[in-house]
């Protein structure tokens, strides 16, 4: 309930206690809300440029960052009868140029939205990172678009012209190493391409690609030019003159030497509106995986795009002008999550609309060739990178947080996601018996662990592996994941049954708080994971087998009740957080499975035991983890909600997370662990896992 309101403070009462939160404060419209940093143009782990907001940054008032907050220069200008006035990025401004003060901005799903005024003419700039995920073609291609538009203020028509660059930083995470550029006029477009020198396949500095080529376009239409040279001069040259000389620069040299600048420009002439005047930044790379397969070879696999554009030229030359319609796609996805969202409730949507956009930008789609070296579109695959905790390649327990999101978008997508994985476990080559942690210990290669010396964590990922194949079926009613690994599946199982009742000292995957026997929250997973196998073997004809799991996993979930089960000085009960332990107790988000695939492995009052007690454990921004530390988890939280049986829990951690992301506290892309005291983030951000965000409307 909201209680008062002043200047970056909000009174809140949260089941009576009074809480004061700070919030962001800044001086133009925000819609939703402000978060801490915004997405501008975020579509692969390369291609991800932020704008950190803090307690509240414009759109000019710091330079856009990698996800790691390393600069990635981008800035732009606009001239307005003669006056110069710059609104992207933070560069240093000669004489007589002017800061645009922002009015506004708007996110949604896809977008981000910026209205600027610049004398008597409001900018708006719109940052579009396409959402397609039923076109493969689309959600593969590693683009954005900038689009600006222009509009008098006082009713006359003036003299406009926009300008915007992007500088060699794009390309590497050291900018001590030298960068090549070349621009091309070709086809109607005109493209800057750059990249490094001496280029690295597979490597990463920083977690930026050390090999591919970062492009910079915008159609040639009458009164565009284009330079390629030092910030200070080409940013001057617009500034200055209003246009560029169409000259390039030769002198390739190191990124951070005189800071190599690409830039382009249109004089719009004397009007009172113009525009879209539209930008694609892209940065392409082939190939894009590398992938272990049976007899331990490996395979180059290339992004999805190229099966159907022969070069990144070829791609740019249909993804630049496609932009209306892009964004006529991208409106309706918009207005569907918000619809969708907003059913919950309007704290709700600002989270999830925040979430899209930074979940399917670790993902990339990929295909394999055949032996004739062609194409082989049946062979098709998704990678993720482990954003910010590790760089892993498709770790199971970062892909089964996510999992809503697939479910919501495109079920095919979660399940392209498992393929590699099992494809991998089912070649031999991976010696444990239970499922493995990740595809590979840095991204982009999918190299596997033939040693089997992955990060263990066997209850987890062998229950998140058969929940997330179960409710992929349950979701398309395809069977062949079933079908083609059954084995493996059944292997899991056989695993569970010994380790799931009364789990060993492991790793969950919160494994940043450390190996833990007994754990509460692992013995509910892996008991719905043998409940899971018993109904994946009813689908499969497997009466008996089916029939004999369904009884040992109802079999334990009587006892798990009867060894965690614990009561609170204020009577409640409550899950414990490792068995024996009722002074101990944690957000047993795993029991959201069980509502998701109908296993029914434990009674409803479990879930409304579990629901009332986290009324009484809450923080001003939101309910901790577990009794270990008084930190969260923002996609765990909202699996609770999700899971929750009364609308007064579920508001309670939607609106922790809402106010946590709306406090100002942090500068960094939506980081999932953060403190529930004073919302500090914790070390993670920028990471898939805020695909879990989506899990209220999944089930």
């Known amino acids: 309930m909201l209680l008062s309101r002043g200047p970056g403070l909000l009174l809140t009462s949260l089941l009576g206690i009074t809480t004061v939160i700070v919030e962001a404060s800044v001086t133009w419209t925000a819609t939703p809300l402000n978060p801490p940093s915004v997405p501008l143009a975020v579509r692969t782990p390369y291609l991800s440029a932020w704008l950190a907001q803090g307690s509240g940054q414009p759109l000019n008032g710091v330079w856009p960052t990698f996800w790691t907050g390393q600069i990635v220069g981008w800035a732009g200008f606009i001239r307005v009868d003669g006056t110069a006035y710059n609104f992207l990025g933070a560069p240093t401004l000669n004489s007589g140029v002017l800061k645009a003060t922002q009015k506004s901005f708007k ?33 593969s291609l590693p683009f954005s678009y900038l689009a600006l538009s222009v509009a008098s203020t006082d009713g006359n028509a003036h003299s406009v012209q926009v300008y915007t660059d992007i500088s060699a930083e794009w390309v590497s995470g050291d900018n001590s190493l030298t960068a090549n550029w070349s621009t091309s006029t070709t086809g109607g477009i005109i493209t800057h391409q750059v990249q490094l020198e001496n280029q690295q396949v597979f490597a990463e500095v920083a977690d930026h690609t050390q090999y591919g080529s970062a492009f910079y376009s915008i159609q040639n239409t009458a009164n565009t030019t284009f330079q390629s040279g030092q910030d200070i001069v080409v940013r001057g040259a617009f500034t200055s003159n209003g246009k560029l000389p169409n000259t390039q620069d030769t002198n390739f040299r190191a990124i951070s030497n005189n800071w190599p600048v690409f830039g382009l420009s249109r004089d719009l002439g004397t009007v009172k509106s113009a525009g879209p005047v539209v930008f694609s930044v892209g940065h392409v790379r082939d190939p894009a995986i590398q992938y272990i397969v049976a007899g331990g070879a490996l395979q180059n696999r290339s992004s999805f795009f190229f099966t159907q554009f022969a070069s990144a030229t070829a791609a740019i030359a249909s993804f630049l002008p496609g932009y209306q319609t892009a964004l006529a796609s991208a409106n309706a996805l918009d207005a569907k999550i918000s619809s969708d969202a907003t059913a919950i409730s309007s704290d709700y949507a600002a989270i999830v609309e925040l979430s899209v956009r930074q979940a399917l930008a670790a993902c990339e789609l990929t295909v394999g060739k055949d032996s004739s070296g062609k194409f082989n579109t049946s062979d098709v695959m998704y ?17 089964f947080p996510a999992w809503p999101i697939f479910l919501y978008l495109n079920p095919t997508l979660g399940k392209l996601l498992l393929e590699p994985l099992f494809q991998y476990q089912a070649s031999g080559q991976y010696p444990n018996p239970w499922s493995i942690h990740d595809m590979g210990s840095s991204y982009p290669k999918a190299l596997g662990h033939n040693d089997g010396k992955d990060e263990a964590m066997p209850v987890e990922e062998s229950g998140n592996m058969l929940i997330m194949t179960l409710s992929y079926t349950q979701k398309t009613g395809d069977t062949s994941l079933i079908t083609s690994y059954s084995k493996l599946l059944d292997q899991w199982t056989q695993f ?45 004809g497997n009466s008996a087998t089916a029939a004999n799991y369904s009884s040992i996993a109802t079999s334990f979930s009587p006892q798990i009740v009867g060894f965690a089960t614990g009561t609170g000085s204020n009577g409640l009960k409550h899950f414990e957080l490792s068995y024996g332990n009722p002074s101990t107790w944690g957000l047993t988000y795993n029991m959201l499975a069980d509502k998701l ?64 992301i709306a406090s100002g506290v942090n500068s960094v892309p939506f980081s999932d662990w953060y403190e529930t005291t004073n919302a500090v983030s914790q070390g993670f951000q920028a990471r898939p896992v805020a695909g879990g965000h989506l899990a209220l409307l999944v089930v």
Request: zero cysteines.
């Open 107 to 139: 996110y949604t799903a896809t977008q981000s939205t910026f209205v600027l005024s610049a004398g008597p003419v409001d900018l708006t700039a719109n940052f579009l990172s396409p959402v397609e995920p039923t076109d493969f073609v689309k959600q």
């Open 383 to 399: 990678f993720m990178k482990e954003i910010s905790s590790d760089g892993n390649v498709n770790t199971v327990d970062v892909i």
């Open 496 to 540: 569970l049954i010994q380790d799931s009742l009364i789990p060993a000292n492991q790793l969950s995957t919160d494994d940043f708080a450390g190996t833990l026997a007994n754990q509460t929250n692992l013995a509910i997973k892996g008991t719905i994971g043998i409940k899971a196998m018993s109904k994946i073997e009813t689908l499969l």
């Open 597 to 660: 695939l109908g296993t029914n492995v434990f009674p409803q009052q479990l879930f409304d035991q579990q629901s009332a007690w986290y009324q009484t454990v809450a923080q001003a921004f939101g309910v901790p983890l577990d009794t270990r530390h008084t930190y969260t988890k923002s996609d765990w939280q909202m699996w609770t909600a999700a899971m929750s049986t009364n609308n007064a829990t579920r508001d309670l951690l939607i609106s922790g997370v809402k106010n946590y």
